[in-house]
């Protein structure tokens, strides 16, 4: 049976190089199927939710309207002779599995992230029959359905996949599958928010990461604190409306997306002295490298009660308008000297008798109390439990990002992990420095992170057997300081793809082996083929010459 | 009056961030001006070429939808009240200087590098009064043209500029300004090459080295060869039929542009063998790195009479068909283990007696007799004068591009010099290997070019006086193993317009300074600012709150 097996795995190799991520558990042969003009999709689900049947919608507007070719020589006509005698698969059937609970994929989405329910069972016979589509959830379909629609190509107008039968039982490994976008340092048009999830659900990531505040902007429209972004936000066309975000958040919750926004605190609040100059220490101050990792400097005057008081408020009246559960209170690269110089905070701290770490803590339980108030658990960046001595909720989620080697401090304080390491997962690295007047300076994060490097990410590295489970997964991020709308989609795709598949599969594909580049090239070449068939821009991983030939282009080829 | 010059200078970095180029000599003030409604562009030239009058037509399109607002804190609001009590400058005047000849812009542009004339002279008074502009040529009045419609800001339907009285005398420091666009490794559409023109054109660029066939794909289609595109490109769509090569060049001839094809021979030239496999040494063979310094192999048998005919007979087929007089036969990277393991080769070698070397020399001045019948000059790339013993005529070009370090022994073979080394100007550099199965390794040409590094590449270095005249210029340059048009815009943009600014304006800018990014940031912004508003997706350089703060993100501010 296990020779069976490698057998069949070295088919599933050649075979479903259309599949990323790619399932924890498959059978797949080499039988071509074709489908008819009009493909049935039956929702045998009671009452079935309307963002299900939205998403097999989607199903079927993927499956006419992708029209890629297999990226082979010849392309489709290289096919054109097994279309022609293949069966014909009338008909795919989703079906929840008994007992389970219907909701709508938007629900079961933003459910807490340990009881999500995403696996499913996709099975497509090779003689026609009917395919038949299980799961425990609504969620769990809508991935299927998002596998499903990665089988198939197109030629001559006739629809098509390669390699029937497939038995795929999927489920990811990690709960937590991110990416991050920073929407301060540049402003993204709601579209571009819009076609990044999108592509995000191609891949089946479950969590947009908004870093949506900074230093350089406030793009974020408060009821309570319209101030903030009216005079915060670059302009009063770079701002996210109430609407707008709600607009965000319900597309991203019907792909099966969760949202957690972060408002980056105490550091990272220039932009808040813009409405709010008495709450922000060394507002724009000079030199900005005395007091910032990077222009321009300012920091919440967390000792003042008035700025503790104002930021819970703030948290608050964000938290509550947020379906999910998971919520940025940020803590990163906080700036000493900036207190150190700041006449108010020396006075505060001399009169309350509190130090600058008490007082910190104070402001963090504080602001922490108003998510918690309003369900969220909240999450942090790593400094805020390696560097300060901050009184946490245990259940706090820490962002690991300064380097992978600090996850293993953070598990030894028993937190919750996402792996978001800078040295593996920045997609920003690597176009050198962009602070004026350092002409030839390389960045502190160069070089550039590859696909490569990623994905040979390995998220239990130096994790004790008993910290193994505080890792909830990873993302990839992108940090806007030299990014805008006009390389979006480049810079991210099929880069973010990487970590996307070392979460969801864990670290061993479905033939039993590790993961590994090259393996993987091939269908990542299909994906970003597939991706830019979507609209989305992502950029070329190699010459055409070799996305046509897998491994023609290796090393040793 | 060095004292009053020293103050304009000032004046003039404060008030003329829209040039790029910045003009060799400049003198401005600090008066605004505006536009009206009509205004008035008058050609004082007799029987004006009509791409002239389509000159004027875009420099009134861009006036009317640059809406470029200035990039202050606030934007347009910021110039509201200087607006208002502007003078209206009502007429600009074109004209010829006494005794110049008129000839279409597009027959100017095509001329021998050595004799073209760009210069020109604007003149904007402060008063409102007619401006003008003078030229020895309609190639002077378009770069002139170029200049003006880079003062122009909108705020609230008002167009308008900041420093007038405006003076400038200006000409390039260098004759050859380029870019070079490899359609190879990936096919780009006509409109993307459109596109990519008309941005040069903003920036004064005047060649585009198109590198239009190599061992990838050969998308020329070729009258005489047709079989080389039918076979070599990667499919029919992927051609570049005579007619789009006529489009391109036309358009590009009529923005002040050159076009320089390239047939890359006797290396890269795997894609010949799809249609002529018998003319191929070592197709595709394996292992690839053997035999070639990417995949696949395969070199032209340059020792086989039937080869240096059909080469030679190609060469004239396509030079006969494009205007330039410059034409690049190629000649990077020949592959010696190549030819020493094609048996065909050493048969001719051994019935001839020739050695390699030889047989390169014979092939090439055949190769290059074709081209200099068609009324061409030659350029070739650094290896076939500093590597390999060839004949060539003495005026002959030379693309440096393995290393800066390298122009210096071209010159001293008293060859002319186009500056393209891959450690200032290679636009893909930085993006990591692409060859597969080579997890975490870095290329060759890393790290990325920042706009910085190129901006600081001294285009006379190591050359003695007499040599200095053999430097033509230079050009920034994409390989795109990992581009194609989804990255297009932001790879190039504004990169390639550092190099334009260092071989139009020289060693030292208007105020008698050496060139430095520290200045010329601000500028660079505005131009990248201006593309996108234009609809070339250049990438941006710093968070905007930087964009709009000139400075105040310098290391030291």
Redo the contacts between chains.
């Keep these: 049976m296990l020779a069976v097996l490698g057998i069949l795995s070295l088919a599933a190799v050649r075979t479903t190089a259309s599949l990323w991520p790619i399932p924890r558990s498959m059978q797949s042969g080499s039988t071509f199927l074709k489908l008819p003009s009009q493909f049935n999709v039956t929702v045998s689900v009671p009452s079935p939710p309307a963002d299900l049947l939205d998403a097999v919608k989607e199903l079927n507007w993927y499956l006419a309207n992708d029209q890629l070719q297999r990226l082979v020589v010849g392309?489709g006509a290289y096919d054109a002779q097994d279309i022609e005698s293949a069966p014909t698969l009338t008909s795919l059937m989703l079906s929840l599995e008994d007992g389970a609970e219907v909701n709508s994929i938007s629900a079961e989405a933003v459910k807490a992230i340990d009881i999500r329910s995403e696996g499913y069972q996709l099975d497509i016979p090779a003689d026609g029959s009917t395919a038949t589509l299980v799961a425990n959830s609504t969620l769990g379909l809508y991935r299927g359905l998002t596998t499903f629609s990665q089988f198939w190509y197109e030629y001559a107008g006739q629809v098509y996949m390669t390699s029937a039968p497939i038995s795929i039982q999927d489920s990811p490994a990690y709960p937590y599958r991110g990416f991050m976008l920073d929407t301060a340092?540049?402003?993204f048009p709601t579209t571009d928010i819009i076609r990044t999830l999108d592509a995000m659900s191609w891949v089946k990531l479950n969590m947009f990461h908004w870093h949506i505040t900074d230093?350089?902007?406030f793009p974020l429209y408060v009821a309570e604190f319209p101030e903030l972004a009216q005079q915060g936000a670059?302009?009063s066309e770079d701002v996210y409306t109430p609407q707008d975000i709600q607009d965000i958040i319900t597309y991203a919750n019907q792909k099966g997306i969760d949202v957690m926004l972060e408002i980056d605190t105490p550091g990272h609040t220039t932009s808040i002295a813009a409405s709010h100059p008495e709450y922000v220490a060394c507002n724009?101050a000079?030199?900005?490298?005395t007091y910032a990792n990077?222009?321009?400097a300012g920091q919440l005057r967390f000792t003042d009660p008035a700025v503790v008081n104002f930021t819970t408020q703030l948290f608050g009246a964000v938290a509550k308008t947020v379906p999910g559960t998971l919520f940025s209170s940020g803590g990163d690269e906080l700036n000493i000297p900036c207190y150190r110089d700041d006449n108010r905070t020396q006075g505060e701290l001399n009169s309350t008798g509190l130090t600058l770490e008490e007082a910190l803590s104070n402001f963090t339980q504080s602001t922490h109390a108003a998510l918690i108030a309003e369900g969220k658990t909240p999450v942090v960046w790593e400094e805020m439990v390696l560097d300060h001595n901050v009184t946490l909720s245990n259940d706090t989620i820490v962002l690991v990002w300064i380097s992978s080697a600090n996850a293993a401090a953070v598990a030894a304080k028993n937190y919750r992990i996402v792996q978001a390491p800078s040295d593996y997962f920045y997609l920003d690295c690597?176009?050198?420095?962009?602070?004026?007047?350092?002409?030839?300076?390389?960045s502190w994060c160069?070089?550039?992170k590859?696909w490569?490097?990623s994905?040979?990410f390995d998220p239990l590295a130096n994790m004790t057997d008993s910290q193994k489970s505080l890792v909830l997964g990873g993302e990839q991020l992108l940090w806007?300081?030299?990014?805008?709308p006009?390389?979006l989609?480049?810079?991210v795709w099929p880069r973010a793809a990487s970590s996307a598949e070392v979460f969801w599969t864990g670290a061993t594909g479905p033939d039993g082996a590790r993961l590994?580049?090259?393996e993987a090239?091939p269908r990542l070449h299909d994906l970003r083929f597939r991706m830019?068939q979507r609209g989305v821009?992502?950029?070329?991983?190699?010459?055409?010459?070799?996305a046509?030939r897998p491994?023609?282009?290796?090393?040793?080829?």
Tied chains: 1, 2.
């Design positions: 392309r340092r540049h402003y230093s350089q902007s670059y302009s724009q000079s030199p900005w490298a990077e222009p321009p690597g176009a050198s420095e962009w602070i004026g007047d350092t002409p030839e300076a390389t160069d070089p550039f590859t490569q490097k994905y040979t806007t300081e030299q990014s805008s006009t390389n989609d480049p810079i590994n580049v090259t090239l830019v821009g992502a950029i070329a991983l190699q010459p055409l010459w070799c046509l491994h023609a282009c290796d090393i040793n080829s």
